[in-house]
């Protein structure tokens, strides 16, 4: 019975926390979870050794999805999904993502994205040009 109580005190709190920390995103988490929604996954690739990753697993945001990563030529990547609690209250507006985008809009969201995201689609975008 008191592990019980344990567990949902502990949920309670990381639910309290996910809330709380995606109200106060900076600049570098905002682009990572923009990527879901960039390329419209639930899961994606993602490095491993990143500190962005890193911070939003911490912070119960994101997850490592199954437990087998990919060596790519520019790292070790892992599929990483937005925890549930997350993915059901982080809105478009916290992380700059307008509703309907302006081409300028689109442009800066681009430009903003993770270096890691632009290499990793710049490198598949010429992998699928040679077939």
Do not use: C
């Amino acid at each position: 019975m008191g592990r019980l109580i344990s567990r949902k005190r502990l949920t309670k709190r990381i639910r309290n926390s996910i809330l709380k920390d995606i109200k106060y995103l900076d600049v570098h988490e905002k682009a990572l979870l923009r990527e879901f929604y960039i390329n419209n996954k639930q899961t994606l690739q993602m490095p491993l050794d990143n500190e962005t990753v890193v911070g939003l697993i911490n912070k119960h945001i994101i997850y490592q999805a199954p437990s087998t990563g990919f060596t790519y030529l520019h790292g070790v990547y892992f599929p990483y999904s937005m925890t549930e609690i997350a993915l059901d209250n982080l809105t478009l507006d916290q992380i700059d993502l307008p509703q309907n985008p302006t081409e300028e809009d689109k442009h800066r969201i681009i430009s903003l994205r993770p270096n890691w995201a632009k290499e990793k689609s710049r490198i598949e975008d010429l992998f699928n040009s040679r077939w």
